[in-house]
């Protein structure tokens, strides 16, 4: 079975709109992992926008399953993440004016810089994981910069208005996932996904984790996050392993 890790960036979000203590990220993890999530995801921006410092060395003593930090690749941050010691690291691109991550790493014209970081991460026990778009090039640097797993950005597939766009971003990323594969990287997928277009994936069986944020806590407000994660768990693993 595939994993569903549920990214609670924006259960602080919202805590931080109004400078308060509720809602509390590390309590919204809790509930998620009580409901079945495999694991828990953070990210940590340079502009503290949601996720503190304080919430990471929290959800660090309480997460059972595995604390996935999101992070860029600078110096400050990696001296919390060696500091922390979550139990995956996933490097991302970070622009103070975005209001999500938009789109994959250029692994590939980074890769000396991201291979150091990598080794000293791997160094101290954590694993590391690189988020990038399902691009060949990208899947290969990935690889040679010494990552334990890629993240294959999912986000031009959620967002496609069109069947047959929508089709071809699935088949992009399939074949990114399959040469992951071939390589010896783990494959993990992320960003859009939600109740609606994830189970297109379900035939992929190399995927080991589904992050998944928005659209669970989305739901949540509704109908409470214990069901929204009950409810997208049965979703990646209906009919899994079912070849198109």
């Not at 595939?2 to 960036?9: E, M, T, Y």
């Not at 308060?20 to 495999?38: C, H, M, R, S, T």
């Given at each position: 079975?595939?994993?569903?890790?549920?990214?609670?960036?924006?259960?602080?979000?919202?805590?931080?709109?109004?400078?308060?203590?509720?809602?509390?990220?590390?309590?919204?993890?809790?509930?998620?992992?009580?409901?079945?999530?495999?694991?828990?995801?953070?990210?940590?921006?340079e502009d503290?926008?949601?996720?503190?410092?304080?919430?990471?060395?929290?959800?660090?003593?309480?997460?059972?399953?595995?604390?996935?930090?999101?992070?860029?690749?600078?110096?400050?941050?990696?001296?919390i993440a060696?500091?922390?010691?979550?139990?995956?690291?996933?490097?991302?691109?970070?622009?103070?004016?975005?209001?999500?991550?938009?789109?994959?790493?250029?692994?590939?014209?980074?890769?000396?810089?991201?291979?150091?970081?990598?080794?000293?991460?791997?160094?101290?026990?954590?694993?590391?994981?690189?988020?990038?778009?399902?691009?060949?090039?990208?899947?290969?640097?990935?690889?040679?910069?010494?990552?334990?797993?890629?993240?294959?950005?999912?986000?031009?597939?959620?967002?496609?208005?069109?069947?047959?766009?929508?089709?071809?971003?699935?088949?992009?990323?399939?074949?990114?996932?399959?040469?992951?594969?071939?390589?010896?990287?783990?494959?993990?997928?992320?960003?859009?996904?939600?109740?609606?277009?994830?189970?297109?994936?379900?035939?992929?069986?190399?995927?080991?984790?589904?992050?998944?944020?928005?659209?669970?806590?989305?739901?949540?407000?509704?109908?409470?996050?214990?069901?929204?994660?009950?409810?997208?768990?049965?979703?990646?693993?209906?009919?899994?392993?079912?070849?198109?």
């Open positions: 079975m595939a994993r569903l890790s549920v990214n609670v960036d924006h259960v602080a979000t919202l805590r931080q709109a109004r400078g308060g203590k509720q809602p509390d990220p590390v309590a919204a993890a809790l509930i998620a992992e009580l409901a079945g999530a495999e694991g828990i995801i953070v990210h940590l921006r503290r926008r949601h996720i503190q410092e304080r919430d990471l060395e929290l959800l660090r003593r309480v997460v059972k399953t595995r604390l996935n930090l999101e992070m860029a690749n600078t110096e400050e941050i990696m001296a060696l500091k922390v010691k979550p139990d995956l690291v996933t490097f991302v691109p970070e622009r103070r004016q975005e209001l999500t991550t938009e789109g994959g790493l250029d692994v590939h014209g980074q890769q000396s810089s991201l291979k150091k970081s990598i080794q000293r991460l791997q160094k101290a026990g954590i694993q590391v994981s690189l988020f990038i778009d399902a691009d060949p090039a990208q899947v290969y640097a990935s690889k040679k910069a010494g990552a334990d797993f890629i993240e294959i950005h999912t986000g031009k597939y959620a967002e496609a208005t069109e069947e047959k766009s929508r089709l071809k971003e699935w088949e992009r990323i399939s074949q990114a996932i399959r040469q992951a594969h071939r390589l010896g990287l783990r494959v993990n997928i992320g960003h859009g996904l939600d109740y609606q277009n994830v189970t297109l994936f379900n035939s992929i069986e190399e995927i080991e984790d589904y992050s998944i944020g928005h659209s669970i806590i989305a739901r949540a407000v509704q109908i409470g996050l214990t069901q929204a994660v009950g409810e997208m768990k049965n979703l990646i693993n209906k009919n899994r392993g079912t070849r198109r």
